[in-house]
Structure formats: C-alpha cells, structure tokens
C-alpha cells in the first residue's frame, strides 16, 4: 500500500510541474508559440487530407 501511494504522489507531483511549466511557457511566450504552432499543423492536416 505504501509504494502504491508514493508512485501516485510522484506521478501527481511529476504533472503538478508540468503543468506549471507549461502554463508559464505560454504566458511568457504565447505570441511565438502559437503562430509557429498553429500554421506547421494545419500545414501537415492539409497535406494529409490532399494526399
């Protein structure tokens, strides 16, 4: 029951920080993140639907 318990409060702990992470990327860069992003994947839908 106990190593039970500790793996769930890494895995918590592990995407608790993630989380964290990623949150703050975005809001310190939400501007050169989401342009890149949004074009290279519609880019890649097109592609695939074209083909």
Request: without cysteine; charged residues 25%; hydrophobic residues 30%.
């Given at each position: 029951m106990d190593n039970e318990r500790k793996v769930a409060?890494?895995?918590?702990?592990?995407?608790?920080e993630e989380g964290i992470v990623r949150k703050t990327?975005?809001?310190?860069?939400?501007?050169?993140p989401?342009?890149?992003?949004?074009?290279?994947s519609t880019q890649k839908t097109t592609n695939t639907t074209n083909k």
């Open positions: 409060e890494r895995v918590i702990g592990f995407f608790d990327s975005s809001l310190e860069l939400p501007a050169k989401t342009p890149k992003t949004s074009p290279q």
